[in-house]
């Protein structure tokens, strides 16, 4: 049961370099989500979609972007990193059926920008 | 907008001892509530959920119940044990059936058992 993957699981940038993280799920969920964690801030979200070919912005988007080319698929983009984005990455997804409305996490990308 | 409030840490108990994580939260719509627990080096898993008042979620002798009026799901656990230790989420979904925009999370307690 695969789940939720997230490729890679760790990565040093350097300040300015670009990097994509690559985010897979096998249960045909519409929606996927993008978070970041930080020490004290909990889990805030960066972008979302709601189905393939479809992005949104969250709570913290900025120096980010993304991409849904196909449903299973949910691709995270530094274009130009910073040491502000050093942070743990999660994806998420989930149906959007009414009664059944847990998220389901990948493993993380601990990312560091020096 | 929706928020959660929880309990910052880290709580430091004894194993075996009675454990309370306070939740409360804000919300615009009829949420439906969830802990999630993330132990070290692992992504989040969801550890109970309820989805309307008076509802108790449970697992791995973990409870919580979906306090509508006090807007809280605290979650409760009689004996803990040193592989508890871990980070717990508390999180909101609203609207409950389609929150597109996500989970609303609270900024993680972090519990250590101790031995």
């Known amino acids: 049961n695969a789940g939720v993957t997230q490729t890679p699981k760790f990565r040093v940038l350097k300040t300015g370099q670009s990097m994509t993280l690559l985010c897979a799920q096998d249960?045909?969920?519409?929606?996927m989500y993008w978070y970041r964690q930080d020490p004290g801030m909990g889990l805030r979200l960066i972008h979302y979609?709601?189905?393939?070919?479809?992005?949104a912005k969250g709570e913290v988007p900025d120096g980010y972007n993304v991409s849904r080319l196909k449903k299973q698929n949910f691709l995270l983009g530094l274009e130009s990193a910073a040491p502000s984005q050093t942070s743990v990455y999660f994806c998420?997804?989930?149906?959007?059926?009414?009664?059944?409305?847990?998220?389901?996490f990948g493993q993380g990308t601990r990312l560091t920008v020096v | 907008g929706d928020s959660v409030t929880q309990m910052e840490g880290p709580v430091t108990l004894s194993e075996e001892a009675f454990l309370t994580i306070n939740c409360t939260y804000t919300?615009?719509?009829?949420?439906?509530l969830f802990w999630y627990v993330q132990y070290p080096g692992e992504g989040l898993q969801l550890l109970l959920k309820?989805?309307?008042?008076?509802d108790k979620g449970s697992n791995k002798g973990f409870e919580a119940t979906y306090r509508k009026e006090t807007t809280s799901f605290h979650l409760e656990k009689g004996s803990v044990q040193v592989s508890d230790s871990a980070v717990y989420f508390c999180?909101?979904?609203?609207?409950?059936?389609?929150?597109?925009?996500?989970?609303?999370f609270g900024k993680g307690t972090h519990l250590i058992i101790q031995p």
């Open positions: 919300a615009t719509g009829y949420p439906s």
């Open positions: 998420a997804s989930k149906t959007p059926r009414r009664m059944n409305t847990e998220a389901f």
């Open positions: 249960m045909n969920h519409e929606y």
């Open positions: 999180a909101l979904s609203d609207p409950p059936g389609g929150g597109a925009d996500g989970l609303t």
């Open positions: 979609s709601v189905g393939e070919g479809t992005t």
């Open positions: 309820a989805t309307k008042a008076d």
